[in-house]
């Protein structure tokens, strides 16, 4: 059985419960220049429309129509069940993880449902959208929270953590990432290079050039439940597990990615 797991979810996890993605065609990007949103320039030029821009985000995550998925569900009962050591990583900055339950979390890009003081790096829970009545309670004279996420030109938050436990895991996986931004491209280097199986599971098809030893193509909601149940019964991920799915007409549960 596997003892340590480390799991990198992206945005392609939330995109299944209906929040827009960064980076996709369609995705905020197209409708702000990165550098005015996603800044500590951009911020300190126009504070207003930073903020805005996650408040735009707030409304729909808060909004009532966005809740967790099977995939999210999958990842809260694998924490709950596994007797081993997990670390679920998410670049994404909603709340969605928590909803399901995780509870071993870590948001390398910082949390849309808090501020942080400028001053002294401390966070705040907020219960509403920005506005300038947010203000710090650590700081004299109270200082204007900022959005906690981790703009274009910051170090994320906790690679330490993440280093350490890539160091020493036994299986990665990564789901709904394009992993083609550092240092999170880097994550499946690493866990390669101790000896860990790594897997990869995404809606496209795997590129030539991955590192990921498997793939799993297709939506997380539907692929998680069936992972985290083989996981959960003692299966460790083969080659010969690999071969009885190839001659299958729909799409294989596990493929080569390389």
């Known amino acids: 059985m596997y003892r340590q797991i480390v799991v990198l979810t992206g945005a392609g996890i939330s995109a299944e419960s209906g929040l827009r993605t ?3 065609q369609d995705g905020l990007w197209e409708e702000h ?4 949103v996603a800044t500590p320039e951009g911020y300190a ?3 207003e429309l930073v903020e805005g821009f996650y408040n735009n985000r707030w409304k729909q995550l808060h909004g009532g129509d966005v809740e967790p998925n099977k995939a999210h569900t999958a990842l809260a009962r694998l924490e709950q069940e596994f007797d081993g050591d997990l670390l679920v990583v998410t670049q994404n900055i909603d709340d969605l993880h928590e909803r399901a339950g995780s509870r071993r979390l870590l948001h390398m890009h910082g949390e849309l449902s808090k501020g942080r003081c ?4 401390q966070t705040f829970l907020l219960r509403d959208p920005f506005g300038p009545e947010h203000t710090c309670t650590c700081c004299i004279p109270a200082q204007r929270l900022r959005p906690h996420v981790v703009w274009f030109g910051e170090m994320p938050i906790g690679l330490d953590r993440i280093q350490h436990a890539l160091d020493t895991c036994d299986l ?13 491209a880097g994550f499946v280097d690493t866990a390669n290079h101790h000896g860990a199986q790594t897997v990869e599971v995404n809606l496209v098809e795997a590129d030539r050039h991955s590192q990921f030893q498997y793939h799993l193509q297709g939506k997380a909601s539907a692929i998680l439940p069936e992972l985290v149940e083989k996981i959960l019964s003692g299966n460790i991920i083969s080659n010969k597990e690999m071969s009885n799915q190839e001659d299958k007409p729909t799409p294989a549960f596990l493929s080569n990615a390389n």
């Open 118 to 121: 400028p001053r002294s790096r």
């Open 45 to 47: 030029a126009d504070p």
């Open 33 to 36: 220049k990165i550098e005015d």
């Open 22 to 24: 960064f980076r996709d």
């Open 172 to 184: 990665f996986i990564a789901i709904g990432t394009s992993g083609s931004v550092y240092p999170a």
